[in-house]
């Protein structure tokens, strides 16, 4: 309450593992709504959770950390963190580490600011074929004739009506990366005009809470 993410980021460092880590090396790399998460045995979370990545080149004082949570501390690589993680040595919820570490950044400096035209399969309102109590909040469709990671066509989320549509013609803004998913979701706005990452993030977490993944704009 009353602590920005990075605030809560840097406490939490210097209470667990005393490390005073400084804000301007820190990079937000991607922002997770979670709520209900099958993949975990349907583990409630009702949370929104920040991922954060600092560069840190001093010495590790397990003795400075102010809390008694943490039994050992030590550097370790990335392909040293996954032995450990498929030995069932750390939790499973550590897998959005992997999706981010083990992964390129990706380049949609072609992507955004086109325009699109295509076809509403799931108007806003209706019900999520394979989870009907999942209802779809906004018009979810796809791009005609422009084929995705999964060999289906482009999936794109629509803002700039409260209306269901059939069809649609607009201008992607965002694109939305998911991590641990062959498929990006493109956001198309109807009027062509930018949307905040606030709303689209809140928006679209009915669906993307069940992944990890980050907007680009």
């Known amino acids: 309450m009353g602590e920005s993410s990075i605030d ?6 210097k209470e667990e593992v ?3 880590l400084k804000p301007e090396n820190g990079k937000l790399l991607f922002t997770k709504l979670r709520g209900t998460d099958d993949k975990y045995g349907s583990k409630k979370f009702n949370d929104i959770m920040d991922v954060w990545l600092f560069e840190y080149d001093g010495d590790l004082h397990l003795d400075d950390a102010t809390t008694d949570e943490v039994a050992d501390c030590r550097w370790m690589t990335v392909s040293e963190i996954r032995k450990l993680y498929e030995d069932n040595r750390l939790v499973k919820t550590l897998d959005y580490f992997f999706c981010v570490m083990e992964a390129d950044e990706p380049d949609y400096s072609y ?9 509403v399969d799931r108007p806003l309102g209706t019900a999520h074929p394979g989870h009907p109590e999942m209802i779809y909040p ?3 469709g796809y791009v005609n004739n422009v084929l995705a ?3 289906a066509e482009q999936d794109v989320y629509l803002f700039g009506t409260n209306k269901p549509l059939k069809s649609f013609q607009g201008k992607v803004v965002a694109v939305w990366h ?3 998913d062959v498929e990006d979701k493109w956001i198309v706005s109807l009027n062509g005009e930018d949307i905040a990452e606030e709303k689209i993030l809140g ?4 669906q993307e809470q069940f992944f990890y993944g980050k907007l680009y704009k």
């Open 149 to 151: 990671g999964d060999g």
């Open 203 to 206: 928006d679209i977490s009915f």
């Open 8 to 13: 809560g980021a840097l406490r939490e460092a």
């Open 178 to 180: 998911r991590f641990d």
């Open 138 to 140: 906004i018009n979810y």
């Open 111 to 119: 992507i955004i600011g086109k325009m699109v035209s295509g076809t």
């Open 18 to 20: 005393g490390l005073d």
